[in-house]
């Protein structure tokens, strides 16, 4: 008892699997997979800067990470989030992750309701 080998390198609190991001909207760190990347872009017929989502995490450039609910979405909007996170100085559109956000919670419904069809 009186000599403990001091192991204290690895914590008892089993880490999160794989890179770990902070999601600029609720600030809470989760895995890189579960988290929505998004770029920013300027539109292709205003030129005004947009954030688009980038699923496949494939785009170049800086990138920020959210969870893709309308709840971390809001709050990052709220937060001013995107333009910060992504250093754009006007605030950037961020509709198409909006929409982004919207259609992946209806398709995932859908989802649902496809495997209990089958
Ligand atoms: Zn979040």
């Known amino acids: 008892m009186a000599r403990r080998r001091n192991i204290a390198a690895r914590s008892d609190v089993s880490p999160p699997q794989g890179p770990v991001r902070t999601c600029i909207g609720c600030r809470k760190q989760a895995s890189k997979r579960e988290l929505l990347r998004v770029t920013a872009g300027s539109d292709a017929t205003t030129g005004l800067p947009v954030v688009r989502p980038d699923p496949d995490g494939t785009a170049p450039g800086r990138g920020a990470h959210l969870h893709p609910t309308s709840e971390c979405y809001d709050l990052a909007v709220r937060r001013k989030a995107f ?18 956000v919207a259609a992946a919670r209806t398709t995932d419904q859908t989802d649902r309701n496809w495997s209990t069809r089958s």
């Open 83 to 100: 333009a910060r996170a992504l250093r754009v100085g006007a605030g950037p559109s961020s509709a198409p992750v909006g929409d982004y």
